[in-house]
């Protein structure tokens, strides 16, 4: 059974970081595309960034403040987030296109496996 796990949310002050890991279990992650998402109280779920063999993408409010990456031993994607700023509050999820070997691409539709989202709070 196909299933994404995130882990790794928290509370933090206004510039600090953490590190979200998205979990893969029943498929090799390191062949898909993985999507990280948001969504922010009252707010339409939007892109953050996504990976694929191929390219990485990130959404402009986010350009140099956050990193994707993937441990494939670890069957796992990573967001590493710096500099978090109290927008960037919301639950983040993780999302796996089933299309294997595609580009990523930052539009929710081409996703067709969710995690159940972490929380994320950025407050002093």
């Known amino acids: 059974q196909l299933q994404l796990v995130e882990s790794g949310g928290g509370l933090v002050q206004p510039g600090g970081s953490l590190r979200l890991a998205c979990a893969a279990s029943?498929?090799?992650?390191?062949?898909?595309?993985i999507g990280w998402f948001r969504q922010a109280p009252g707010k339409e779920r939007e892109a953050v960034s996504c990976?694929?063999?191929?390219?990485?993408l990130y959404t402009d409010s986010v350009k140099g403040r956050f990193t994707i990456s993937r441990d494939s031993s670890k069957n796992t994607v990573y967001l590493q987030m710096n500099s978090l700023k109290p927008e960037d509050t919301a639950i983040y999820y993780c999302?796996?296109?089933?299309?294997?070997?595609?580009?990523?691409?930052?539009?929710?539709?081409?996703?067709?496996?969710w995690g159940q989202g972490t929380q994320v709070t950025v407050s002093s």
């Open positions: 999302a796996a296109d089933k299309n294997r070997f595609r580009i990523c691409t930052l539009t929710s539709q081409n996703y067709n496996y």
């Open positions: 029943g498929f090799t992650l390191n062949y898909y595309p």
């Open positions: 990976i694929s063999s191929s390219n990485t």
